[in-house]
Structure formats: C-alpha cells, structure tokens
T-cell receptor, first 115, second 114 residues
Framework: EPEVTQTPSHQVTQMGQEVILRCVPI?????FYWYRQILGQKVEFLVS????????KSEIFDDQFSVERPDGSNFTLKIRSTKLEDSAMYFC?????????????FGSGTRLTVV | AQKVTQAQTEISVVEKEDVTLDCVYE???????LFWYKQPPSGELVFLIR??????QNEISGRYSWNFQKSTSSFNFTITASQVVDSAVYFC???????????FGQGTELSVKP
C-alpha cells in the first residue's frame, strides 16, 4: 500500500536554528498538508498546499514557517528560527482530492525537539 | 465555526469490557466527512474509518462499530470486548469542506488493563 514518508523521524535542534522537515507524499496525490501535535495535545492543522501554492494556513503558520515542493516529489516544512514552543510532532499528509472523498494518508511523523 | 468535541479525556476499562468513545461535531456544511484515528504509544496516526454525511448507516468492523447520528451531530465509536492492544489515544476529526483540512477533537486516551 502506498505510504507517505517523513524524514527524519526525530530531530533535535538548538533554539534559533533553522530546521527543514521532509515529506514524500503519495505520487498521484495532489493535496498536501502539515499538521502539528504538541505533546499530549490534539493534532492541529498548519497548512495545506495545492498546485504549487498554499491554499490555506492556520494562525499557527506565521512568518517563521514556510513550505515548498522543490522537485515534484518532496514536500518540505521549514521553520526559520526555532523556538522552544515549536517542539512537537509534525505530521505530513496527502490526499487525492480536496474534499477528502478518498481520505488522507498520514506519514508517521517527525518529532522535533528544540533545546 | 467548525468544531469537534471529545468530552472524555481519559477512559480506563478492564479487558473484555465494551467501551464507547463519544464525538460531537459542529459544522454548517451540508456535505462533510468524519473520521476516527488511533494514535498508539508509538505516535503514528492510524486511520480507522471515514464516513460521509449522507450515509447514516452504522458500521461494524470486527470489534469496532460506529454510530453516526446527524440529528445529534454525533459520531460515536464503540469497541466491543476491549483488549490491551486497544490502549491508545483516539481522535475524531471533521474534514472541512472548503479547504479540505481535518479538524481534530482533543482526543480520548483509552487505557485497557488486563
């Protein structure tokens, strides 16, 4: 069964450093998402991406965050200058259609720890 | 505004008991999709079910069953004869009809003791 692949599975970074989280969505999917889950809390939407541009973003997704699909297969989330409160699990997801008729496939997540 | 509420933060049961996890949602969309995900201690999100708003039939899959009631905006999840491996956090989610994003509830942590 096709999978969404996220790398790395765990990243530790120093406060103020830039991090890039990588995702390889399912190849025929057109819609891509990033979600965040702070430890012990609910999963929160960050951003959706379609046709090489952001289609929606949440209040969490401020100027420190950016997304890119640099080569047609990878989908990356960059945090420019990490803060302690960015420590969380970050999930990438992809779907074939916007209205989720076919559902979403989630990656297994990247646990980001900012020290 | 769209919202998903899982009022039960934690539930603890003994193996073989039945347990129901509640989910109440709010949406102005007439067409929408509801989901349940399981998050085991390893952290990944495991898809359990997707239900569209036009289909109010209850669904059963092995020990799992789902009760969707539009009249009360609820989509409850029942595990019959629970097992220790069912211990996890369970999330109910609503798909936003405009942008497609998922709106998650707070999650219910289920602990099944032997």
């Amino acid at each position: 069964e096709p999978e969404v692949t996220q790398t790395p599975s765990h990243q530790v970074t120093q406060m103020g450093q830039e991090v890039i989280l990588r995702c390889v969505p399912i190849s025929n999917h057109l819609y891509f998402y990033w979600y965040r889950q702070i430890l012990g809390q609910k999963v929160e939407f960050l951003v959706s991406f379609y046709n090489n541009e952001i289609s929606e973003k949440s209040e969490i997704f401020d100027d420190q965050f950016s997304v890119e699909r640099p080569d047609g297969s990878n989908f990356t989330l960059k945090i420019r200058s990490t803060k302690l409160e960015d420590s969380a699990m970050y999930f990438c997801a992809s779907s074939e259609a916007r209205q989720s008729v076919y559902g979403y496939t989630f990656g297994s997540g990247t646990r980001l720890t900012v020290v | 505004a769209q919202k998903v509420t899982q009022a039960q933060t934690e539930i603890s049961v003994v193996e073989k008991e039945d347990v129901t996890l509640d989910c109440v949602y709010e949406t102005r969309d007439t067409t929408y999709y509801l989901f349940w995900y399981k998050q085991p201690p390893s952290g990944e999100l495991v898809f359990l079910i997707r239900r569209n708003s036009f289909d109010e039939q209850n669904e059963i899959s092995g020990r799992y069953s789902w009760n969707f009631q539009k009249s009360t905006s609820s989509f409850n999840f029942t595990i019959t004869a629970s097992q220790v491996v069912d211990s996890a956090v369970y999330f109910c989610a609503l798909a936003d009809n405009q942008g497609g994003k998922l709106i998650f509830g707070q999650g219910t942590e289920l602990s099944v003791k032997p």
